[in-house]
């Protein structure tokens, strides 16, 4: 005969209680102890300000800084920076991940000279990419003559645009004021263009940057299908 045993409801929630307790910190421990070897996107941290930042290499891409509170266009955030490296959140999960030598598959990757894209649903080409080192999302525009940023993104790059020269640029939308600028890089992919001529518009309007002709000129584009193939010359 089988035996059917139940707890009354106060033994119940007690016992509840004390397991939730228990278990609970293990969980958040075992979350916080993930090595990057789980994790879909390959993150690896490579440099740290301790409070205020962190060089992180993404799926073997050059190295770029987040600050605290910061997300990358991967989805890569940064919660955390010490001398013996960083707390992340990647693909949703909390890690923290040990400050390391650059991995060897950054600098093999970063002599890649030819960059793929594919196009979104409505045939538009978005990419993730880095302007002096730090995060940015681009859609292709190859009839922007310059590549082009938001003031917002400008200032959070630490980008001192109001230094450059005013200007003004004729957009479908009309006359735009803001300041030609001097980048010190752009990187697409494991692709970095020096010395890119850019516009910052004079307004917040602008949601993702614009990958322009200053930086698409120095590549040959090749369309077929739905992806887009930059070679850089």
Not at 16 to 45: D, K, N, Q
Not at 81 to 105: F, H, I, K, Q, Y
Not at 141 to 164: E, F, M, Q
Request: glycine share 10%; proline share 5%.
């Amino acid at each position: 005969m089988t035996e059917n045993l139940s707890l009354p409801p106060q033994a119940h929630a007690r016992h509840t209680r004390r397991l939730t307790g228990a278990v609970l910190p293990i969980i958040v421990g075992s979350l916080l102890a993930l090595p990057a070897s789980c994790l879909a996107t390959e993150v690896h941290v490579v440099g740290v300000t301790p409070g205020l930042s962190a060089q992180v290499a993404i799926d073997g891409a050059e190295p770029i800084t987040i600050d605290v509170g910061e997300a990358t266009p991967e989805g890569v955030a940064l919660l955390e920076a010490s001398r013996n490296g960083a707390v992340l959140r990647v693909d949703g999960m909390t890690t923290a991940l040990p400050l390391e030598a650059e991995p060897s598959g950054t600098a093999s990757a970063a002599r890649s000279d030819t960059v793929m894209l594919s196009a979104d649903a409505r045939g538009h080409f978005y990419v993730n990419g880095t302007v002096n080192g730090r995060s940015m999302r681009f859609l292709v525009d190859t009839g922007a003559t310059l590549t082009t940023l938001s003031r917002t993104d400008a200032r959070r790059i630490g980008l001192d645009y109001r230094s450059g020269t005013p200007s003004k640029v004729t957009t479908g939308g009309g006359e735009v004021s803001g300041w030609q600028v001097t980048l010190d890089s752009v990187r697409v992919g494991a692709t970095t263009v020096r010395d890119v001529e850019a516009f910052v518009v004079d307004n917040d309007a602008l949601p993702v940057g614009l990958l322009g002709m200053s930086f698409l000129g120095r590549f040959d584009m090749h369309r077929q299908g739905e992806t887009l193939a930059l070679r850089h010359r």
